[in-house]
């Protein structure tokens, strides 16, 4: 069965400090692999997607990177961290069909930026 | 565009009692359609999902949708609510990316508390 890791748990880091978070995906190959952001009372918001190794795509401008080194692992990264980047951070896959599958996710990651 | 509404933030009803909650889409074509569930400091479960076909999708822990396109909406049921179903409930509805890939545009969400 497919499994998905997200890490850390927790983090809490300074304004201005590097950030890299990590996902991994077990049991299933080449998925799609998603970054999601969820602030409170907002739902949530697609970040950046991959639909293979090296291919990214954002969705929306920020302060924020992504990158697919491996075929399932998924990096979150930003150079300078700012207060607004505090959130809960979320990772996901889908089946690389074209249809609608839906996505699975990870844990999460409460990100402060203190 | 794609959007989702889930009209309620908060809901309370006691264990036993019966549950629903509402959840109206945007979408300009046929939608594919989700609820899921988390709970505190969690990811997103998925309870169930309809893509096409019977209009009433049944799901994990005794969750159940209807489909009703002439309303877009994809209400969420259960006929007896237990303590364990707190928790926040998300409903989306997805869409094909550019490139490849799917988007799930999500509701706010609604906020279920159990009273006992």
């Known amino acids: 069965s497919q499994t998905i890791h997200q890490w850390p748990a927790t983090l809490v880091q300074p304004v201005g400090s590097p950030l890299s978070l990590e996902c991994t995906v077990e049991g299933t190959s080449n998925p799609n692999l998603y970054w999601y952001r969820q602030a409170a009372g907002r739902g949530l918001q697609l970040l950046f997607y991959s639909v293979g190794i090296g291919q990214i795509s954002s969705e929306v401008p920020q302060n924020l990177s992504a990158s697919r080194p491996q075929d399932r692992q998924f990096i979150l990264s930003s150079k300078k961290l700012l207060l607004s980047d505090s959130g809960f951070y979320l990772c996901?896959?889908?089946?690389?069909?074209?249809?609608?599958?839906?996505?699975?996710f990870g844990n999460g990651t409460r990100l402060t930026v203190t | 565009a794609q959007s989702v509404t889930q009209p309620d933030i908060h809901i309370t009803v006691s264990e036993g009692a019966s549950l629903e909650l509402r959840c109206n889409y945007s979408y300009g074509a046929t939608p594919y359609l989700f609820w899921y569930v988390q709970s505190p400091g969690q990811g997103l479960q998925l309870l169930l999902k309809y893509f096409s076909g019977d209009t009433l999708v049944q799901g994990i822990k005794g969750f159940e949708a209807e489909f009703k396109r002439s309303q877009s909406s994809f209400n969420l049921r259960k006929p007896s609510v237990h303590w364990s179903d707190a928790a926040e409930y998300f409903c989306?509805?997805?869409?094909?990316?550019?490139?490849?890939?799917?988007?799930?545009?999500f509701g706010t969400g609604t906020q279920l508390k159990v009273e006992l």
């Open positions: 996901a896959w889908s089946s690389p069909r074209r249809d609608s599958s839906p996505l699975h």
């Open positions: 989306a509805v997805g869409s094909i990316l550019t490139g490849g890939g799917n988007k799930l545009t």
